[in-house]
């Protein structure tokens, strides 16, 4: 007998792998979501595989539509089970502050094991979007701001950095593996002080079902036409955790982007530069926000 006719033929039922599909949460943050705080209660079969009913993936949807608006998990149930004619309050900062504070404070002390649990803790619990948008981007841009000179900032900044390109780089090895999707060459601008926002852009992108060649050192301009052709990119991502990068792309973006035949783009701080400074160029400004950024980067690539 299957997994499927133990239940009423016309109450469809779906596996977690299809779930997973069907809603883009990940089979690990599904599982956490039911284990540690009774979000979803799927059914079992009589070996224990989960199936979840159409009310189940409809359930999915407004736990994510909870976090999007900057929920954290914990909160979620308590709104869920609220009456639907009830307007619900609006949602609190919750502990955000706090696990952002956390993580600031592992960064600091070069505390990797904490980093490693808080990382984990994270990506387990939460869409990638809403990690980044709510913890990872607001903590790296809280650090940039306190790097500036001050005697054990590099160590800080190096060891962030190292940890997360493992960590990340990881990730972009088994989703690549699976991914069917264009490929997109990250890099950073000549002279950035380091590589954070280039990974985290790598990790939204690949969140968003895009390959990724992720370089962590910044490629001469010279070169980076020869790894669009050699990789067969169909973007180039350009990522910087300086804002102030005007001068570099009004002397030599353009020429840049006149080489090449696919959109380039920036994203990060370096993308807040006004409009002015990059017309009448090809290039975009995707914006800081880097789920959003690489959202409006298919927007390019579509149109290409």
Request: proline letters at 8%.
């Amino acid at each position: 007998m299957s997994d499927q006719a133990t239940h009423p033929a016309d109450t469809p039922l779906y596996p977690i792998r299809e779930v997973s599909r069907l809603t883009g949460v990940n089979s690990v943050t599904l599982r956490a979501w039911e284990r540690r705080y009774g979000l979803i209660r799927p059914r079992r079969t009589p070996k224990g595989h989960r199936l979840y009913a159409r009310d189940d993936i409809e359930r999915i949807e407004h736990i994510l539509q909870w976090l999007n608006r900057g929920v954290p998990v914990s909160q979620v149930r308590e709104l869920l089970e609220q009456p639907e004619t009830v307007e619900a309050p609006a949602p609190s900062a919750g502990d955000w502050p706090s696990q952002r504070q956390q993580l600031v404070a592992a960064v600091e002390a070069l505390d990797l094991h904490r980093l490693e649990a808080l990382f984990n803790q994270s990506l387990a619990l939460y869409p990638v979007t809403t990690c980044l948008q709510e913890l990872w981007q607001p903590v790296i841009r809280e650090l940039e701001e306190g790097w500036d000179d001050h005697l054990g900032a590099i160590l800080q900044r190096r060891t962030l950095e190292a940890f997360l390109r493992t960590r990340i780089g990881t990730r972009l090895y088994h989703a690549d593996s699976m991914s069917t999707g264009p490929l997109v060459l990250t890099t950073a601008l000549p002279d950035d002080p380091g590589i954070l926002w280039v990974l985290l852009s790598a990790l939204a992108a690949s969140d968003q079902g895009y390959r990724v060649q992720l370089f962590d050192a910044a490629l001469p301009f010279s070169e980076i036409p020869l790894a669009m052709e050699r990789f067969k990119a169909a973007a180039l991502l350009l990522c910087s955790g300086k804002a102030e990068r005007a001068d570099l792309i009004r002397r030599q973006l353009p020429r840049l982007a006149e080489q090449l035949d696919v959109p380039l783009a920036l994203c990060g701080p370096v993308a807040r530069i006004r409009a002015g400074d990059l017309e009448p160029t090809p290039v975009e400004a995707l914006g800081d926000d880097l789920p959003q950024a690489i959202t409006r980067l298919s927007a390019l690539i579509r149109e290409a």
